[in-house]
């Protein structure tokens, strides 16, 4: 009779064969597997050099796969996979550049490594993406009326379709409690993240922040879109040094901005909501807008933004 690995089921059954003080042989045949099947089993898994428990049994089992798969991988695809961790990137985007450079691993298996290294202890779940709280601003704020607010509906429809190089999107992150604020900016199609401290979330301090930010990428800058936050009130003087045209999205429409919305959320995964973003140096905003920069996108091929970027504006 050939080798056949037990299921969970067949082990309480064994268990309770042997509570009869039946054979290995004859649990064997009722079972539909070789004796050496059973021995082996009670041999591999007994407790106590006399008892055999079937919920132990199982998670011995799952241990020895577990351990036997990670095995199966060389060393270099565990550092490589341990490495894209440690830099904030998510199970697919490893999976994604894997695949690429040679350390081929699926993204459920990264999912099921992280776990089991926490199970045994670890820390590598620490760093994946946690989902988000959501967060509503109080029924009672002030609405500010942004002087000669040209609404998104009227904004080309090249934007929609992410096909053009130059179309940005602009918002603010703000600290605990209002201490402090970082205005984030993101072209559409590259998925560059441009970050930047401001004291505060002034009309003043934002639109400074955003002509100092874009000035350089000046030549690349089509269209930006922002929220109604008072905040964007200046935003006929950011038009005017850039040259570009600014439309406002839709009240509490935030998918109308989504990729903005979804790079803060990455920027959670470095500085934690609650943060005293007074604390955060430039130094450390620099590094954060690096690393998410150089972090593989999916919807690129799993390149980096920074790369993509420099192409386009090279071929620009």
Known sequence: MS??????????????????????????????????????????????????LPEVAHAKTLKRRYLAAKHRLCEMTIAFVEFCLAQKWSPEQIAGVGKRIGYAVSHE?????????????????????????????G?????????????????????????????WEVDTVLGKQGTGAIVSLVERKSKLYLLRNVNAKSAVDVREAMIKMLWRYRRHVHTITADNGGEFCDHEQVAQALKTDIYFANPYASWERGLNENFNGLLRQYIKKGTDLRTVTDDQLKQIERALNLRPRKCLGFKQPAVVFEEMRKAA
């Open 139 to 167: 029924s009672h704020a002030r609405r500010v009326l942004i002087p000669n607010r040209v609404g998104i509906e009227k904004r080309p429809a090249i934007v929609d379709k992410k096909r053009r190089f130059g179309d």
């Open 109 to 137: 298996w990264v999912y099921r490594y992280v776990q089991q290294d926490k199970l045994q202890g670890g820390k590598l779940f620490k760093h994946l993406r946690r989902g988000r709280r959501k967060y509503r601003k």
């Open 3 to 52: 080798y056949k690995q037990l299921i969970e089921g067949q082990r309480y059954q064994i268990e309770a064969y042997l509570r009869e003080g039946l054979s290995y042989r004859e649990i064997g045949k009722r079972l539909n597997v070789s004796h050496s099947t059973i021995s082996r089993e009670v041999r591999r898994n007994r407790v106590k050099e006399s008892h055999y």
